[in-house]
T-cell receptor
Framework: GAVVSQHPSWVICKSGTSVKIECRSL??????MFWYRQFPKQSLMLMAT?????????EQGVEKDKFLINHASLTLSTLTVTSAHPEDSSFYIC????????????????FGQGTRLTVV | TQLLEQSPQFLSIQEGENLTVYCNSS?????LQWYRQEPGEGPVLLVT?????EVKKLKRLTFQFGDARKDSSLHITAAQPGDTGLYLC????????????????????FGRGTQLTVWP
């Protein structure tokens, strides 16, 4: 199956600093990537949809100036948590859509392994 | 409001028992996916069902998509401790926009998840 790599797997940062999380599609091109946030024992909450070459679309209630998304190439999207605070501590997960396979199957989206962010 | 209602939220059973997880909605989905997630990792796709009434089997797991494409179920036969994990259903909405490659965009709506624990 398709591979999506997320880096780093975990990060600890001081309150007020910024953290960048990378999401890469390793063996396919992804015109669309999605960023999710997950709290312990809860489901995934979509934060934003990242489209290659255009601005990301943010879900209601998600601050676009705090969660900066850049999708500069067909294989890389980044999420930067700016001026992080302890309440931003969470598990962040990206997924990438295989545009070629998606068109054929109409269904596929593959997930990265997630990034555990702890703000102290 | 939760677009996809997943039940039960928690399930604790003995090895060898059968179980069913349900995913219900009042909305129609173009497809529905089932994922399994281990702690600290991203979700792993188990199956995608696309056609109303479709049934797919994956060893001891049986997935069914409702005729109206509004609900789905996951049945596990003779559960094993290795089946322990968080099971997530996700329905893909009917997309109305296109990405740069011409693929229709329909976001995934996740259920709340079912935490399954199988005791030896």
């Amino acid at each position: 199956g398709a591979v999506v790599s997320q880096h780093p797997s975990w990060v600890i940062c001081k309150s007020g600093t910024s953290v960048k999380i990378e999401c890469r599609s390793l063996d396919f091109q992804a015109t669309t990537m999605f960023w999710y946030r997950q709290f312990p024992k809860q489901s995934l909450m979509l934060m934003a949809t990242s489209n290659e070459g255009s601005k990301a679309t943010y879900e209601q209630g998600v601050e676009k100036d705090k969660f900066l998304i850049n999708h500069a190439s067909l294989t890389l999207s980044t999420l930067t948590v700016t001026s992080a605070h302890p309440e931003d501590s969470s598990f962040y997960i990206c997924s990438a859509r295989d545009s070629q396979r998606f068109r054929q199957a109409g269904t596929e989206a593959f997930f990265g392994q997630g990034t555990r962010l702890t703000v102290v | 409001t939760q677009l996809l209602e997943q039940s039960p939220q928690f399930l604790s059973i003995q090895e060898g028992e059968n179980l069913t997880v349900y995913c219900n909605s009042s909305s129609v989905f173009s497809s529905l996916q089932w994922y399994r997630q281990e702690p600290g990792e991203g979700p792993v796709l188990l199956v995608t069902v696309v056609t109303g009434g479709e049934v797919k089997k994956l060893k001891r797991l049986t997935f069914q998509f409702g005729d109206a494409r509004k609900d789905s179920s996951l049945h596990i036969t003779a559960a094993q401790p290795g089946d322990t994990g968080l099971y997530l259903c996700a329905g893909r909405g009917v997309g109305s926009t296109l990405d740069s490659r011409g693929s229709t965009l329909g976001r995934l709506y996740f259920g709340r998840g079912t935490q399954l624990t199988v005791w030896p």
